[in-house]
């Protein structure tokens, strides 16, 4: 997984060879495809692995409240990526996504991963709901919903045309703050700084 | 153009051939070469006029307050897409947006897209702050970023998930309406429903 994950970088969607990845890794491309009939089914493999990951990552979030948690969460989704790849990774994450109307396993598996990314803010804002900490029109599963969107949208615009990640953090904060957070609820007390 | 457009919609952009552009048009392949050296000439072309398309197809926008007009230019971008190809544009435009790290020529074209729709939409936000309808504490530039941000997430997840646009449109209004209109405002006075 660990060798995919290179490969991907070095390469992109598009052009990745079973031996890319194998040239990655400990392993033959003998091997590989002893264990994977084709790169299709390593990179399904490869997303499957992916949303575990995310998933034991984002398990236990930072933050004593269920706001300053989807903070660290908004944080985690959108982090900087001067370093390893993560740009190249992007990129390659989102050449996936555009296979997903001509994929079904491939939509199968960027599915589970929206899916899991929704339903764990959606928790993080039904905690914040019966905490009393946003207000009582909020409804968590729209919210939910719509923040995924942004955290889509800025991961291609960073692809796209290079725009910084970090803007879109410091606007879903200002979105958090002023739409969700309830009136007698002290900012700094919930998680901002 | 309107070949491009089609056998974009066809083919999709990482199997698409200069051939399947001219079995769209009149012309033939020898005379789409004689005036693009290649398939990515083409498609640099192509970016372009759907960017200048946009730009006037958003020049004038319905509605009788920037607000109003705002709003039709969201409904503009998150049109449904049921016919003739529209989400399979979209797929092959998600492609091109991947290729924006690889390609300077792609990178500059989406950019020029990216800012057309900011400078719209701030230009809209700056109309309306000074006409009272919207917070003073509104900044109409990254307010515009963050909803460039919001609808390229859109387009990204009803492409790679399937999402319903029309759940981010009712969102963003959501959003208008809630965190810029400003107090005093009677919303269905400036456009809404």
Redesign the interface.
């Known amino acids: 997984m660990d060798a995919t994950y290179t490969a991907l970088c070095k390469h992109?969607?598009?052009s990745l060879r079973m031996q890319d990845i194998a040239d990655e890794s400990s392993k033959s491309k003998a091997t590989l495809h002893y264990h994977y009939e084709s790169k299709q089914d390593l990179l399904y493999a490869f997303l499957d692995y992916l949303t575990d990951s995310f998933a034991e990552r984002i398990e236990t979030l930072e933050g004593e409240t269920p706001i300053a948690q989807l903070l660290s969460l908004i944080e985690t989704s959108l982090e900087p990526t001067e370093d390893d790849g993560l740009?190249?990774f992007r990129?390659a994450l989102?050449?996936i996504?555009?296979q997903?109307?001509?994929d079904d396993r491939f939509?199968a598996e960027?599915?589970a991963f929206?899916r899991l990314l929704h339903d764990r803010i959606r928790a993080l804002l039904d905690d914040a709901r019966d905490a009393g900490l946003v207000r009582d029109d909020t409804d968590p599963d729209?919210?939910a919903?719509?923040i995924?969107?942004?955290?889509?949208?800025?991961?291609?615009?960073h692809?796209?045309?290079?725009?910084e990640l970090e803007?879109?953090r410091?606007?879903l904060e200002t979105?958090i703050c002023?739409?969700l957070l309830a009136d007698d609820v002290d900012r700094t007390e919930v998680g901002f700084e």
């Open positions: 992109g969607y598009a740009k190249e990129t989102l050449e996504k555009a997903g109307p001509y939509r960027l599915t929206d729209e919210t919903e719509f995924v969107t942004v955290l889509n949208g800025a991961q291609t615009r692809v796209a045309v290079g725009h803007c879109t410091s606007m979105y002023r739409q």
